[in-house]
């Protein structure tokens, strides 16, 4: 199945979090470029989960079910079901697998300790996380993990709870209507992702209509949900102010989950921890995810993080300066103090450039020098010409991702020529790491590469 990819779902769902289960029929296509040219399709369920039947094409599929370990993670055990696809004809480049299943979701806080995921009166939870729906795969967690990151597909939700709860996702809301004693909300993406989350409680929602921001908060929480409407819309307004409008903007939606639950961010919205959630002095982190609207996607063979992480992490800290007033050069030595901590944990670290973060598993680092990167190269350019350098590289590599590459030279179209030997030293080399670690002073740097 080399070439294939599961390009939609669709999600119905009756959830009873009374009972704490759920039933339900998921409509998975896979599409293929040449023949699919397999005789079964593997995927993963969660563990309280029991498939019923599954058919395509109006056929009846056999298939097996067994709890499995996965290979590399002992602990991780996954309802593993093999469909046998033999009754279909053998060449098909389109595949509609109808899975029905039923049960209930069993947290996975003794592997990954923020799988609390559930069905509860408080709180349900639906996400791959916890395999809550089909996920093509198999119970490998790097092999998994790649297969995850490396398709996304659109999908449609109709999810169907008692009338007292709301379902929250970050799709577009197509329809909420009332059948019997029941509730049905009917979700469909706004862009493609690799994930779908799906939060029912008895939230209170704030919407800002004019920006199509809406903020779905945990009781008691909404005056929150109100204070997280401002900042995005101020933060947004200033990523806008300095590097022209984000790179799909398809509004914005907040969803808040219980403490200990684990924030993720998706395409156009993010689930938000509880602690997080009401904590004020944590709006950096909603800045950071907010940022990551104007990422550029990689071309990078193994990603460095650069394009994704330092510019968000750079963007936060300008935002943190700007909209709260906090000190950027104590924000900066922070950052700097934790690389120096980091290379003192990991030697190597201070031997590899950046551009080889991801080929030496130490991309962690790039949060911390990606911020001076970026800080020093405002400095050294200017302020306009950085802004200009921003613009100029969204407009040219949106649409088909970028590298590091690309960035250096878009950055010397822009700029000029002096600053390739800046970008040499701090991104292809470790000059500018070495430099960092020896505690040289931010204005002494500067004025090693400005322009003469
Ligand atoms: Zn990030």
Redo the contacts with the bound molecule.
Sequence with gaps: MADAQVSKYMLKLEVMPENEKLFGLCNLRILSRGDLGVKTVPFLLNKGLKVISVSAQNTELSFSQELTRFSDINDLIVNYVHVDLSPLPLSNNRLDLQIVYEGRIEPYANVFKYVQDRISEEYSLIRPDAFSYPVIGVPDFSKLIHMILSQTFEYELDISVPTHYVVANIGELVSREIKDDMIIYKYRSKLPSWRIDIAIARFETVYDDEKDIRIFALGGDVNHAERLLYETKRVLDFYIRNFGEPINWCGYTIIEIPSGWGSQ?DVCGMLLDKRSFVDKEAIGGLY??IA?LWTIKTREKIPSRFL??AF??YFQILAEKELLGKNLNAMLERARKRFIQMCQKTPLLADVPIIKYGEYKVTDAVYYIGVWVLYLLNKIVGEECFKELIKRFISEYAKEGATIEDFISTCIRTCGEYTKRFLNDWLLETRGAKLLISGEPESNIVQLYIKR
């Design positions: 961010a950071h995810e990551h994704d992480e968000a992490s």
